[in-house]
């Protein structure tokens, strides 16, 4: 199987290594990768803004850089999401109608795509360490996940998962909202931390970076005894 791989723009900027795990980790479960180089953002953030235009514009882009009939994977649910629930406000009934409805079609997120579309769980991953899991407001309400991630923990040596308190609840980032609404973002962000290390984990696993990355800035300006990191780095670990 061939499929497209979509790296969000703020992956390709602060995470790039999450980037190349992709790669690796589809290797892993018998995909052939195909990368576009000239791939940017899919316009999530004008869209929330309320920049319809320049969202548009954007997923006009985007439609030209992913052209073919076959999947297309991210690692975050959040683009993905806003892609398969959203693109239809700009483009349906448009000259764009079927290309957008082709990409809706075959646009996965990665723990979706590894467990409910080929059922590859296992990639003899070692990771001993405690972790605990956020559930992102985009993941479980814009696309739809939810035991996915945490299958695929499972089958990682050494991992321990402990669920934290209100996991489902948002970590306060929200895109823009983080910016618009600091004050109340902060403070989400730091009850999320707070309810993480109450686990005792060394770990605060995700499917969304940007989630990860709000949390992060609690951790780093309190030096907290926490890390983030994302899953697709953990199914990479100690089989290379």
């Known amino acids: 199987m061939l499929v497209d791989l979509f790296i969000p723009c703020f992956i390709d900027q602060f995470y790039p290594a999450t980037g190349m795990n992709m790669v690796k980790v589809l290797k892993k479960a018998g995909v052939e990768v195909n990368y576009n180089p000239e791939q940017t953002c899919c316009g999530q953030m004008a869209f929330n803004s309320g920049f319809r235009d320049e969202a548009k514009q954007l997923g006009n882009k985007f439609l030209k850089d992913f052209p073919n009939d076959r999947p297309v994977i991210g690692a975050t649910a959040s683009c993905t999401g806003y892609v398969k629930n959203y693109f239809h406000e700009l483009f349906h009934n448009t000259g764009n109608h079927l290309e957008y409805k082709r990409l809706v079609r075959n646009m996965f997120e990665i723990t979706d795509f590894l467990v409910n579309q080929i059922g590859f769980t296992d990639f003899e991953a070692t990771f001993p360490h405690k972790v605990t899991f956020h559930d992102s407001c985009a993941g479980l309400r814009e696309y739809g996940l939810k035991n996915e991630a945490r299958l695929l923990l499972s089958k990682v040596k050494g991992l321990e998962l402990i669920e934290m308190r209100d996991t489902h609840v948002c970590c306060g980032f929200g895109g823009t909202f983080s910016i618009k609404n600091e004050p ?57």
């Not at 005792?200 to 300006?221: F, H, P, R, W």
């Open 184 to 240: 109340v973002s902060v403070a989400m962000a730091q009850q999320k931390v707070e309810n993480a290390l109450q686990t005792g984990a060394e770990y605060i696993v995700s499917t969304d970076l940007s989630c990860l990355m709000n949390q992060q800035g609690i951790i780093s300006k309190q030096n907290l005894p926490i890390k983030v990191i994302h899953i697709v780095d953990i199914l990479a670990s100690g089989w290379e």
